[in-house]
């Protein structure tokens, strides 16, 4: 595997279900973002781990709870959604001290009903 | 907050034409970032400018750091079916800072 990796690539859940997101980067990269996409939005940062300490939470609320336990796995639970959290969640990992850029995976496509 | 605004918001070309789109905010940006999105795919980096003034080419594709630094444009020449997508431009404050990212420009390549 290269670069940032995602699964699910698509989910289906209900309202009372708990789900997890995986991320992994195989890119050496020590920062790590959690990103939501909706439609006609620009993308919303959600939550960053630095050397896997959280140094954002950007007002996100509670039914999202991210986990970061090595700098190269992030993952994404998911308890008790609503139907306007469908969208699509997109990983990125970037180098902390070189280089801003941030790469992204694939995205997990996620509908909530 | 900051924010970023992309023009066009959407356009159509011809396949072979060249294209130019813009990215602005009225704060200072110190890096600036260009993305394509294919969809149901994330976002895959084009371009990573960190000067003012700085031009930088990836094949056919330029980017500039405008020298005001609170714009950046993104240049695509000779057009092809597979340019088809939406375009983000990424603006970072100061370093360390989280980027701030448009709502994107979306290109449709005519044949």
Redesign the interface.
């Known amino acids: 595997e290269t670069g940032v990796t995602q699964t699910p690539r698509h989910l289906v859940m209900g309202m009372t279900n708990k789900k997890s997101l995986k991320c992994e980067q195989h890119l050496g990269h020590n920062a790590m973002y959690w990103y939501k996409q909706s439609a006609k939005k620009p993308l919303e940062l959600m939550f960053v781990y630095n050397f896997k300490e959280q140094t954002e939470n950007n007002s996100v609320p509670s039914r999202f709870s991210p986990e970061c336990p090595n700098s190269s796995h992030l993952f994404l639970h998911l308890h008790t959604l609503q139907p306007e959290d469908s969208a699509l969640y997109l990983c990125a990992s970037s180098q902390v001290g070189t280089s801003a850029e941030q790469y992204f995976g694939p995205g997990t496509r996620l509908t909530v009903t | 907050g900051q924010q970023?605004n992309q023009s066009p918001q959407s356009m159509f070309i011809q396949e072979g034409e060249d294209v130019s789109m813009n990215c602005t905010s009225s704060s200072i940006f110190n890096?600036w970032?260009w993305?394509k999105q294919d969809p149901?795919?994330?976002?895959?980096?084009l371009i990573?400018l960190y000067k003012a003034g700085e031009l930088t080419s990836n094949g056919r594709l330029t980017a500039q750091f405008g020298i005001t630094r609170k714009d950046s444009f993104l240049n695509i020449s000779a057009s092809i079916p597979s340019d088809v997508g939406i375009y983000?431009c990424?603006g970072?404050g100061n370093?360390?800072q989280?980027?701030?990212?448009?709502?994107?420009t979306r290109l449709s390549v005519l044949p």
């Open positions: 970023l890096t970032l993305y149901g795919e994330g976002p895959v980096l990573a983000f990424a970072q370093y360390g989280n980027f701030v990212f448009g709502p994107g």
